[in-house]
């Protein structure tokens, strides 16, 4: 069975320009997250989604972050435009619908210059 | 934000040797997860334990929790190098649905 899957493993960016990241999900995970993880810090949730809705967003940065997911398969999350600040690994998970436990791509790297 | 904070921040043992981590958390959960992060990859779940169970075992790993202390260790028994990553603690509270919440982790180095 694949994992998750995300595109690119590494991105450098300079300031000011827009960044996308892609997610596949493991088949049939209804429920999609995206988490952002600081140097020497635990993944903090940006946004969730199950099946194309998204249910906890609380905790996206609505200015400059947006995440789609129109199908309800896979999913992108965009930045416009970066900032210094957003370097960071982005990370998305995938569980069954109503599963405890969550199954993590290799996330994107991320370094705004 | 994070609920949980693991201690210690970094542990460094002998190869053979028994490694324990430990988290506290703030707010009452349904389920506490630990997860395992080698450098440069993608978390991988270990263990769930329910808020009603007290220990847990799985291979050479061993959870405990302590719901009135909101405490939960690891313990990671005959330890080898291959067990050299970061662990993070992560709750599940009990009023937010699936949002985990993670530590900031343990970084454990076992060295041959």
């Known amino acids: 069975e694949a994992g998750v899957v995300q595109s690119p493993r590494y991105k450098i960016i300079e300031k000011k320009q827009p960044v996308a990241f892609w997610c596949n999900p493991i088949s049939g995970h209804n429920t999609l997250y995206w988490y952002r993880q600081n140097l020497g810090q635990g993944p903090e949730l940006l946004i969730r989604y199950e099946n194309e809705e998204a249910v906890d967003d609380s905790q996206l940065p609505k200015d400059r972050f947006s995440a789609e997911r129109l199908k309800g398969v896979d999913s992108t999350l965009k930045i416009q435009p970066a900032e210094l600040g957003d370097s960071a690994v982005y990370l998305c998970a995938s569980s069954s619908q109503g599963g405890e436990t969550q199954y993590f791509g290799p996330g994107t790297r991320l370094l705004v210059l | 934000s994070q609920q949980g904070e693991e201690d210690p921040q970094a542990l460094s043992i002998q190869e053979g040797e028994n490694a324990t981590m430990n988290c506290s958390y703030k707010t009452s959960i349904n389920n506490l997860q630990w997860y395992r992060q080698n450098s440069g990859r993608g978390l991988v779940h270990l263990i769930l334990?329910?808020?009603?169970?007290r220990e847990k075992h799985s291979g050479r790993l061993r959870v405990t929790l302590d719901t009135s202390k909101k405490s939960s260790s690891l313990l990671i028994t005959a330890s080898r190098a291959a067990d050299t990553a970061s662990y993070f603690c992560a709750t599940d509270p009990r009023t937010s649905g699936s949002r985990l919440t993670f530590g900031e982790g343990t970084q454990l180095t076992v060295n041959p």
């Open positions: 334990i329910r808020s009603n169970e």
